[in-house]
């Protein structure tokens, strides 16, 4: 079975500074990409960026990366120069490629708060 | 290009009752996941489609059903509504099965 473990309590980070929400998890499948999903308080789920398993390189987007670290099993989202829209829950998740399968395993979800 | 619509945006049902809740995939997307978001239980995996077929399932109970259609729109229902049902309900479509999903903004169901 796959788990996601998310166990940050409420996050804040001051508008400009840089912040690390932390994500670990768990699974036997050696084949499995990685999430991260930000929901403002409207409900969306937005997609933030994605990682897989065998990708040599930390994925980027933007103002977001993903510390991979694979022996660890860690993903931490890294978001720099943080804004005032970054207020929202964010959400870390996992898929394992086990043939046909879109099903998305979702940790709890951490709140970030970003303070002017 | 469009994003993942979902409608009604807001139900009030009562206990008993039944509901059917519409995604509108982006289009090309073929296919369709569910979810149901819960302050308790968190984000959980109802069931997902592809080319008008479930192709899997998470642990709900029968009272939750879905199906697709031929232009990839789906539709889950679910019958007898109990109060812990109250819940937003999230539609994700994607290109191909293992794709990046992209999320509607949600359907958030009131059991009364």
């Known amino acids: 079975a796959q788990k996601i473990t998310q166990t940050q309590p409420g996050m804040f980070v001051q508008e400009k500074e840089a912040v690390t929400l932390d994500c670990t998890y768990d699974?036997?499948?050696?084949?499995?990409?990685l999430f991260w999903y930000k929901q403002p308080s409207s409900g969306e789920m937005i997609f933030l960026i994605y990682?897989?398993?065998?990708?040599?390189q930390n994925a980027t987007e933007g103002r977001y990366s993903l510390n991979f670290q694979k022996a660890r099993k860690s993903a931490n989202l890294v978001i720099s120069a943080s804004q005032l829209g970054d207020s929202a829950m964010y959400f870390c998740?996992?898929?394992?490629?086990?043939?046909?399968?879109?099903?998305?395993?979702f940790g709890k979800g951490i709140t970030l708060s970003v303070r002017p | 290009k469009a994003g993942v619509t979902q409608t009604p945006r807001y139900l009030i049902k009562t206990r008993g009752q039944q509901v059917t809740l519409s995604c509108s995939p982006i289009?090309?997307?073929?296919?369709v996941s569910w979810y149901q978001q819960t302050p308790g239980q968190g984000l959980q995996f109802l069931f997902e489609?592809?080319?008008?077929?479930?192709?899997n399932k998470g642990n709900f109970p029968g009272r939750f059903s879905g199906r697709q259609f031929s232009n990839s729109r789906s539709e889950m229902n679910v019958s007898t509504l109990e109060l812990g049902d109250s819940a937003l309900y999230l539609c994700?479509?994607?290109?191909?099965?293992?794709?990046?999903?992209?999320f509607g903004p949600g359907t958030r169901l009131t059991v009364l």
């Open positions: 994700a479509s994607s290109i191909g099965q293992s794709n990046e999903q992209f």
């Open positions: 289009s090309g997307h073929r296919s």
């Open positions: 998740a996992m898929r394992v490629d086990t043939g046909a399968n879109s099903k998305l395993t």
């Open positions: 489609y592809f080319s008008e077929t479930q192709r």
């Open positions: 990682q897989g398993s065998y990708d040599q």
């Open positions: 699974t036997s499948d050696p084949s499995y990409g």
